[in-house]
């Protein structure tokens, strides 16, 4: 199985940045596709960002623009940055993969392929935004 090791949370003042890592022990078989979830206080879980193979990305209309995903295949690790974030970003971030996945879904439908067909999860980390 994939183990993913998350880091990098925090608390921070709305305006600030924070960095997310997940290191993944090795890859799942099949096509790469990794992403960032997040569960926010009392709230359903929600999609944050999604990256494939290659390089390809999506991202919640909620943090277009403010956050980043990437991967570093030298590292084995997926990253999520984080600009301007505001308290409506507080929430446990996950990272995931899903055990399989087409481009597309990875890229188009991440949050329900991740429950369809089976996901590796990091343990979670808690981000808190302060105003």
């Known amino acids: 199985d994939v183990q993913l090791v998350e880091s990098g949370g925090g608390s921070v003042q709305a305006g600030g940045s924070l960095t997310l890592s997940c290191v993944a022990s090795?890859?799942?078989?099949?096509?790469?596709?990794m992403g960032w979830l997040r569960q926010p206080p009392s709230k359903a879980r929600e999609e944050v960002a999604a990256?494939?193979?290659?390089?390809?990305?999506s991202y919640a209309s909620s943090v277009r623009g403010r956050f980043t995903i990437s991967w570093d295949s030298a590292n084995n690790t997926l990253y999520l940055q984080m600009n301007n974030l505001t308290p409506e970003d507080t929430a446990i971030y996950y990272c995931?993969?899903?055990?399989?996945?087409?481009?597309?879904?990875?890229?188009?439908?991440?949050?329900?392929?991740?429950?369809?067909?089976?996901?590796?999860w990091g343990q979670g980390t808690q981000v808190t935004v302060s105003s």
């Open positions: 995931a993969t899903p055990r399989s996945s087409t481009k597309r879904n990875c890229i188009y439908n991440f949050p329900a392929v991740v429950v369809q067909n089976g996901a590796f």
């Open positions: 090795e890859y799942t078989s099949g096509p790469f596709c």
């Open positions: 990256i494939d193979s290659e390089g390809s990305t």
